[in-house]
C-alpha cells in the first residue's frame, strides 16, 4: 500500500531533551516536507526536500531541523524542545515537489513538551 | 509572499442541503490551489485542485471548486451534503515549492 508512516504517533517529553520523529514514504516520491498544525493557524511548512540531500526552510523552521540522506526517509529533529514546539506535526510527499503536485501526507504526531 | 483566508471557522449545514466552504488567497503570479479534508486523528486527504483551464475543477466524494481570478476566490462547494462530510477542511496555495495553508474550516453537517 501506498502511503506516508511516521513514528512515533504520540510523543510526551521534557523541554531539552532531543528527539526525533522519523517520516517514510514508499512511493519513491523525490519531495518532502515536515508541517505543524496549531488551532487557527492552519497547517504551517517547517522545512521541505526537493530531493536526497537537497533541504530549505520553509515559514517555521527555528528549533527544527531535518536530514534526506536517503530518498525514502526525512526525519525531523527537535535538538531542544520547547513547550512553544507542542503541537501536531504532520510528514508529507509528492511525485516531484513541482507546484501542481497534490501531497500525500502521514497520519501525524502529536508532540507534547512540558 | 503568498497566504491563504478561510474566513469562517465553522460552517453548519442540514444534510441534503448545498454547501459551500470559502477561501480567498493573495499570491503573485498564477496560483496553483488545493482543498484539502481532514477527518478526525487522521491526515490530509487531497480533494481538489485548480492548476490552469476550466474554473469549475471537480473532485473525489462529488465536490467541486470554483476558481474566480477576479475575486481571488477558490469556494469549495456540494451540491447535497452527507452527515459523513463532517471534517476539517482547508484552502491551500501552492507557488514555487511551498504551500501555503488557511485555517480550516470545520465542516458540521446535522441529520
Known amino acids: 500500500e501506498a502511503q506516508v508512516t511516521q513514528n512515533p504517533r504520540y510523543l510526551i517529553t521534557v523541554t531539552g531533551k532531543k528527539l526525533t520523529v522519523t517520516c517514510s514514504q514508499n512511493?519513491?516520491?523525490?519531495?518532502m516536507s515536515w508541517y505543524r498544525q496549531d488551532p487557527g493557524l492552519g497547517l504551517r511548512q517547517i522545512y521541505y526536500?526537493?530531493?536526497?540531500?537537497?533541504?530549505d526552510k520553509g515559514d517555521v523552521p527555528e528549533g527544527y531541523k531535518v536530514s534526506r540522506k536517503e530518498k525514502r526517509n526525512f526525519p525531523l529533529i527537535l535538538e531542544s524542545p520547547s513547550p512553544n514546539q507542542t503541537s501536531l506535526y504532520f510528514c508529507?510527499?509528492?511525485?516531484?515537489?513541482?507546484?501542481?503536485?497534490?501531497?500525500?501526507f502521514g497520519p501525524g504526531t502529536r508532540l507534547t513538551v512540558t | 509572499a503568498q497566504s491563504v483566508a478561510q474566513p469562517e471557522d465553522q460552517v453548519n449545514v442540514a444534510e441534503g442541503n448545498p454547501l459551500t466552504v470559502k477561501c480567498t488567497y493573495s499570491?503573485?503570479?498564477?496560483?496553483?490551489l488545493f482543498w484539502y479534508v481532514q477527518y478526525p486523528n487522521r491526515g490530509l486527504q487531497f480533494l481538489l485542485k485548480?492548476?490552469?483551464?476550466?474554473?469549475l475543477v471537480k473532485g473525489s466524494y462529488g465536490f467541486e471548486a470554483e476558481f474566480n481570478k477576479s475575486q481571488t476566490s477558490f469556494h469549495l462547494k456540494k451540491p447535497s451534503a452527507l452527515v459523513s462530510d463532517s471534517a476539517l477542511y482547508f484552502c491551500?496555495?501552492?507557488?514555487?515549492?511551498?504551500?501555503?495553508f488557511g485555517g480550516g474550516t470545520r465542516l458540521m453537517v446535522k441529520p
Open positions: 526536500s526537493m530531493n536526497v540531500e537537497v533541504t
Open positions: 499570491v503573485s503570479g498564477n496560483p496553483y
Open positions: 512511493m519513491n516520491h523525490e519531495y
Open positions: 485548480y492548476i490552469t483551464g476550466d474554473n
Open positions: 508529507a510527499s509528492s511525485p516531484t515537489g513541482g507546484a501542481p503536485d497534490e501531497q500525500y
Open positions: 491551500a496555495v501552492n507557488y514555487g515549492n511551498m504551500l501555503t
